[in-house]
């Protein structure tokens, strides 16, 4: 008998139902906070800085820099081809993302390394962030 097993996706609440509809169009959103301006992630009914109320979705440049990076041999979940990537990456505009990284060679990505969002196209309803390095000499200045 073939197991076929499926892959864990998300449960979308009203907070984070404009994030995954966002990323269906290729666009990488984060909460940024009416009263201080910064930007935070997860989604939260108030800002994790200084307790605002109100804030919205912006885009993001999708660029960064890794901050931590590990290769995953033993996932969560046996529907998870490994081994992956698995970083923290801090986005430019002041917030940090837990994703995967695309480009990986077998060892983690060096901390420091710059990197863009790329998208992974799960199903027909579902695409995920995830980065590759870039190199900082093709980027405009």
Not at 3 to 23: C, I, K, N, Y
Not at 29 to 53: A, K, N, W
Not at 58 to 76: A, D, E, K, L, N
Not at 106 to 111: D, E, L, W
Request: hydrophobic content about 35%; some cysteine.
């Amino acid at each position: 008998m073939d197991l076929q097993l499926e892959r864990p996706l998300p449960t979308p609440s009203e907070l984070t139902a404009p994030f995954w509809a966002a990323a269906r169009e290729h666009r990488l959103v984060r909460p940024v906070c009416d009263d201080c301006t910064r930007s935070f992630f997860t989604p939260q009914l108030i800002c994790p800085h200084c307790l605002g109320e109100k804030w919205s979705y912006q885009t993001s440049t999708g660029r960064g820099s890794i901050y931590s990076s590990t290769i995953v041999h033993r996932p969560p979940s046996p529907a998870l081809p490994a081994p992956y990537e698995l970083a923290i990456v801090d986005i430019d505009e002041g917030w940090q993302l837990l994703t995967n990284i695309v480009t990986t060679e077998g060892t983690p990505t060096p901390i420091g390394t710059r990197v863009e969002v790329a998208w992974v196209e799960i199903d027909e309803n579902w695409t995920f962030p995830a980065f590759h390095a870039i190199d900082t000499e093709d980027l405009p200045r």
